[in-house]
């Protein structure tokens, strides 16, 4: 009996299905390993490290001084502005002295109308004197007469420091620079009225800067007044500038429980200036070998920081502690030996237990040689076999 078309389709279509049932699936294909470059690690090594604390805070003038009046009137005159540079001494404004100098005036004349009145007693008292060493006069007379050259004395001493008060104020409507330094603030303008102890100008002294910063009470027990420290300022790039500690809070803040101390900054360069944030490092203590790694290998994963490790075909992730960092480098307390080999930057995500290896070195380049052009009039090689026909 023939089978008709459709039943052998069918048929045939039962078979290959059958078939492709029964073969067995293909076999898994392992994960490729990881492949480093040479240059992707970097062992970890001993170092010598010196123990910093950190700090950080703001520059301003070792010493500021406000020019304040101390006469009020108007401000007849004002030479300088922000920026200018003023020495110690230096005449900077005058307050209108009209009338200071009529004062002055009145008072000299008091200091000689009580001259004149001293010399008539005293020339007085000198008779009397006289008249009773002759029995003329009384005693009670005689002192009486000495007790008003007593008082004309008297009112010439109060007219002369009255003098002397009318001449202080005279002079005090001449404003001088009281430091050497640089005009920070111009507070008010010539024209304008300024009452005693009114705020003109401040002067800033910016030869040298002071840093005021909190650090830490654990770390301040470290440090010490003449502690060298290295700065940062924004603003000028990577360059570091040196300073000292100056001095040192002996309480600590109520709130923080932080200690403030005060570092001098040598600025007579005039590179700094005042308001500029910095931060920075002061050695606090001797050198100490430590295992390190480059900054770049630590990674935070997870709160933690961690490095990779290629332990023989193997990428490991260690949780590691560390504690100075200097010149780019971080030394590591816990977690890492000296000599293992590190992921040395962030390559992206890694896995631990990942297969790894390293990337054999790339030989370099064989040199081509290159054959001298034959000299004129003399056949090449292959024209001397006859390759070559003239």
């Known amino acids: 009996m023939k089978?008709?078309?459709?039943?052998?389709?069918?048929?045939?279509?039962?078979?290959?299905?059958?078939?492709?049932?029964?073969?067995?699936?293909?076999?898994?294909?392992?994960?490729?390993?990881?492949?480093?470059?040479?240059?992707?690690?970097?062992?970890?090594?001993?170092?010598?490290?010196?123990?910093?604390?950190?700090l950080s805070g703001t520059l301003r003038p070792w010493r500021e001084a406000t020019v304040k009046a101390k006469v009020a009137g108007e401000?007849?005159?004002?030479?300088?502005?922000?920026?200018?540079?003023?020495?110690?001494?230096?005449?900077?404004?005058?307050?209108?002295?009209?009338?200071?100098?009529?004062?002055?005036?009145?008072?000299?004349?008091?200091?000689?109308?009580?001259?004149?009145?001293?010399?008539?007693?005293?020339?007085?008292?000198?008779?009397?004197?006289?008249?009773?060493?002759?029995?003329?006069?009384?005693?009670?007379?005689?002192?009486?007469?000495?007790?008003?050259?007593d008082a004309a004395k008297a009112r010439l001493d109060a007219a002369r420091a009255a003098a002397d008060v009318a001449r202080k104020a005279l002079a005090d409507t001449t404003l001088v620079a009281p430091i050497d330094g640089i005009v920070s603030a111009r507070i008010i303008q010539a024209g304008e009225r300024v009452p005693v102890d009114g705020r003109i100008v401040t002067i800033s002294d910016i030869s040298r800067l002071e840093l005021a910063a909190s650090v830490p009470a654990g770390d301040a027990a470290?440090?010490?007044?003449?502690?060298?420290?290295?700065?940062?300022?924004?603003?000028?790039?990577?360059?570091?500038?040196?300073?000292?500690?100056?001095?040192?809070?002996?309480?600590?803040?109520?709130?923080?429980?932080?200690?403030?101390?005060?570092?001098?900054?040598?600025?007579?360069?005039?590179?700094?200036?005042?308001?500029?944030?910095?931060q920075g490092q002061v050695a606090a203590g001797a050198a100490q070998e430590r295992v390190a790694v480059p900054a770049s290998a630590l990674r935070e994963e997870g709160g933690e920081q961690v490095l990779y490790v290629l332990a023989g075909d193997k990428l490991q992730r260690r949780r590691v502690k560390t504690a100075i960092a200097q010149a780019g480098w971080v030394a590591i307390t816990e977690g890492l030996a000296a000599g293992e080999r590190v992921v040395r930057y962030n390559l992206g995500p890694l896995k631990d237990g990942s297969a790894a290896r390293v990337k054999p070195a790339t030989p370099p380049a064989a040199p081509v040689a290159v054959s001298p052009a034959p000299s004129p009039g003399i056949p090449s090689p292959a024209q001397a076999r006859g390759d070559i026909t003239s």
Do not use: H, W
Request: proline share 4%; hydrophobic share 45%.
């Open 222 to 278: 470290r440090l010490a007044p003449g502690a060298e420290l290295t700065l940062v300022v924004e603003g000028l790039g990577d360059l570091r500038i040196g300073g000292r500690i100056e001095r040192i809070n002996p309480s600590a803040a109520a709130g923080s429980r932080s200690i403030e101390l005060y570092a001098l900054i040598d600025n007579r360069e005039g590179r700094l200036r005042g308001g500029l944030f910095a």
């Open 3 to 54: 089978l008709s078309p459709i039943l052998l389709v069918i048929s045939t279509l039962c078979v290959a299905s059958l078939a492709a049932c029964n073969r067995a699936p293909p076999p898994a294909t392992a994960a490729a390993a990881l492949e480093f470059s040479p240059a992707d690690l970097v062992s970890a090594e001993l170092r010598s490290m010196v123990p910093t604390v950190q």
């Open 75 to 149: 401000l007849q005159a004002l030479g300088v502005r922000e920026g200018d540079a003023v020495k110690q001494g230096q005449v900077i404004g005058r307050i209108d002295a009209t009338d200071y100098r009529a004062r002055l005036a009145g008072s000299e004349a008091d200091v000689a109308a009580a001259q004149a009145a001293l010399g008539v007693a005293e020339k007085n008292q000198a008779t009397q004197e006289s008249l009773l060493a002759k029995n003329f006069i009384s005693r009670n007379a005689y002192d009486t007469t000495t007790g008003n050259r």
